[in-house]
């Protein structure tokens, strides 16, 4: 069955960094987009980046939330079934659940998500 496992959330001061990790399993990894959302206490889940498998292009195409653009970065590794998101210059409002999640078979899969808190 896929399964999607995020790690390395946590607290850090505003203008910090932090790397999320996504573990896949349970379906041909580098076939698929793989994207970051993240929903903070009163608001609806929103796209933070996405990257395409690259399988026919050799890399991964990135899109970004224009809130995000230019501090974080988004990439995969489709040997280790990974997803990564790099997030630097960290600002209070980037606080949220951070989750993995691709399309396959028709379904939205989500993982359990990773809290991220900025805060002094």
């Known amino acids: 069955q896929v399964q999607l496992v995020e790690s390395g959330g946590g607290l850090v001061q505003p203008g910090g960094s932090l790397r999320l990790s996504c573990a896949a399993s349970g379906f041909t990894f580098s076939s698929y987009t793989m994207s970051w959302y993240r929903q903070a206490p009163g608001k609806e889940r929103e796209l933070v980046a996405s990257i395409t498998s690259g399988v026919t292009s050799g890399g991964g195409s990135t899109n970004y939330a224009d809130s995000v653009k230019g501090r974080f970065t988004i990439s995969r590794d489709n040997v280790i079934n990974k997803v990564y998101l790099q997030m630097n210059s960290l600002k209070p409002e980037d606080t949220a659940v951070y989750y993995c999640?691709?399309?396959?078979?028709?379904?939205?899969?989500w993982g359990q998500g990773t809290q991220v808190t900025v805060s002094s």
């Open positions: 999640t691709t399309l396959v078979g028709g379904r939205r899969r």
